[in-house]
């Protein structure tokens, strides 16, 4: 038995947002481990364009590993001199077969790394580099809710949104469902501490929701205080299928459907 329980049935699911590299473990151990819990796929996302080019190498040598590319809204700031060079350069990752999604990328105003205009201005161009490659936009939101959606609906979004670590409460949900925007939850969903979450998991409509680890951070109970990994977003699943009313293999089913529907082909 893995930590993460035992496999989640046929179709398995997917770890739409992971940080391999900061991992530091040995990728085909990472993948071995996911698959035995069932988890079939990762998404391994970059914060900035030394992360977001490994992204792109991790996933151009491993099957079943995609990638997402972007500065992470803490880190514009360190590389606003160099906007233009650095966007640019994100955007020819972001073009790549197996990047599927630009991110993450957004706003945070929990932290002050970072001016929040600055952040702004970056949101805008990655929002601009997402329609212009045709893929996903993965979103780091946190205290930021009403300025996000805002950014998003004046610069117009592209076809795929994705909420990425969803922070909201039902009322965002459902304007995020309004909007088509998919929601991923990740291992916070399970803390005790979490019911305004859990109460937006269930809100969500099932064809708007995929499951994450952001690993190695929020690893779910009953791991929380381990390093988090792709395997353990089985966790986050068997939730989700509890807080939507669903048997564990149709929610499964249904985040394998929404993922090749958003990011695939697989």
């Known amino acids: 038995m893995t930590p993460a329980g035992e496999a989640l049935p046929a179709p398995g699911a997917f770890d739409s947002h992971t940080h391999l590299d900061i991992m530091g473990l040995p990728v085909p151990g990472v ?34 590993v995609y990638a997402a590319v972007a500065v992470h809204p803490n880190d514009t700031g360190a590389v606003d001199a160099d906007r233009d060079a650095v966007l640019a350069a994100i955007e020819e990752l972001a073009a ?3 990047v599927r999604a630009v991110g993450e990328t957004g706003l945070d105003y929990y932290r002050d790394y970072s001016d929040p205009a600055v952040q702004r201005d970056w949101f805008r161009a ?3 580099i997402a329609k212009r490659t045709g893929k996903a936009l993965m979103i780091h939101d946190r205290d930021a809710h009403a300025d996000v959606l805002r950014i998003l609906e004046e610069e117009g979004p592209p076809e795929t949104v994705i909420f990425h670590c969803f922070s909201g409460d039902v009322p965002m949900a459902r304007r995020c469902a309004e909007a088509g925007y998919l929601m991923s939850f990740a291992g916070n969903v399970t803390f005790a501490s ?64 929404t993922g090749a529907r958003v990011l695939g082909p697989w």
């Not at 190695?216 to 989700?240: D, E, I």
């Not at 509890?242 to 394998?256: F, K, N, P």
């Open 96 to 98: 790549l077969p197996k």
């Open 126 to 128: 990655h929002i601009g």
């Open 31 to 64: 993948l071995a481990a996911a698959r035995a819990a069932g988890i079939r796929r990762v998404v391994t996302v970059g914060v900035d364009l030394e992360s977001s080019r490994w992204s792109a190498r991790c996933a151009d040598e491993h099957d079943d």
């Open 194 to 257: 979490a019911r305004p979450l859990r109460d937006a998991a269930a809100a969500a409509p099932p064809d708007l929701l995929l499951a994450e680890t952001d690993a190695p951070f929020l690893t779910p109970v009953p791991h929380r205080g381990k390093p988090n990994s792709p395997a353990m977003a089985a966790h986050t699943v068997r939730l989700l299928a509890s807080l939507q009313g669903m048997d564990v293999a149709e929610m499964c089913a249904r985040i394998t459907a």
